[in-house]
Each structure stands twice: as structure tokens, then as C-alpha cells.
């Protein structure tokens, strides 16, 4: 059963930074593509960056230029490098591989992790 496990999140003031990591516990991390999604209660989950096996990357067009997603095949893990935060980013951070066409979440979700940013 693959595991995703999320850490990095905390309370930081607005303009400050943080660093998400994902730890994904299968064989198959260095052919997959991957992605940062994040939750607010009452709202759907939404896809916030994404990275191909090949280190593409994609941005959902509110955080372009202040997040940046990075992936470490030899450490199994995938990154979000949160900068220029703002009071709208506060949210459960999840991370989870995505389908080959769809780029949909493939496998079930971990526990997140909390980010709060203060104004």
C-alpha cells in the first residue's frame, strides 16, 4: 500500500516562507508525475502545481511566481517551496501522484498538512 506523508506546514506571518515535503513510499516515484493540491473546508480540493517525471512543472495561475514544486527521485519525495505567502493560501496541503492522462489523484489521500498564514 503506498503511503503518502505530508509535513512541513505551520503558521507563518503573510510574505513569509515555507517548504513542504511529501514522502511517497513506491518503486514507481522516478516514472511519475506528481502534485501539490490543497483544501480549504467547504471548498474542493484544488490542484495547486504539478511535475512530470521529466521536471515539467505547471502552476494553478495564483501562486505563479511565489511556489515552486520540485521532485527527488533518489529521496522518493516531492517538494513545495512556498514564498511571498498570503492569508488566501491558508489551507490543508496534500500531495498525491497523478494519472498518465487525466492527471488525476491516483492514490488515497494522507493526512496533509495545515498551512496558516497570518495577516
Known amino acids: 500500500q503506498v503511503q503518502l506523508v505530508e509535513s512541513g506546514g505551520g503558521l507563518v506571518q503573510a510574505g513569509g516562507s515555507l517548504r513542504l515535503s511529501c514522502a511517497v513510499s513506491t518503486p514507481l516515484f522516478s516514472i511519475s508525475a506528481f502534485g501539490w493540491y490543497r483544501q480549504v473546508p467547504g471548498k474542493q480540493r484544488e490542484l495547486v502545481a504539478s511535475i512530470n517525471s521529466g521536471g515539467t512543472t505547471i502552476y494553478l495561475d495564483s501562486v505563479k511566481g511565489r511556489f515552486t514544486i520540485s521532485r527527488d527521485d533518489v529521496k522518493n519525495t516531492v517538494y513545495l517551496q512556498m514564498s511571498s505567502l498570503k492569508p488566501e493560501d491558508t489551507a490543508v496541503y496534500y500531495c498525491?501522484?497523478?494519472?498518465?492522462?487525466?492527471?488525476?489523484?491516483?492514490?488515497?489521500w494522507g493526512q496533509g498538512t495545515q498551512v496558516t498564514v497570518s495577516s
Open positions: 498525491n501522484k497523478l494519472s498518465v492522462n487525466t492527471y488525476s489523484p491516483v492514490y488515497s
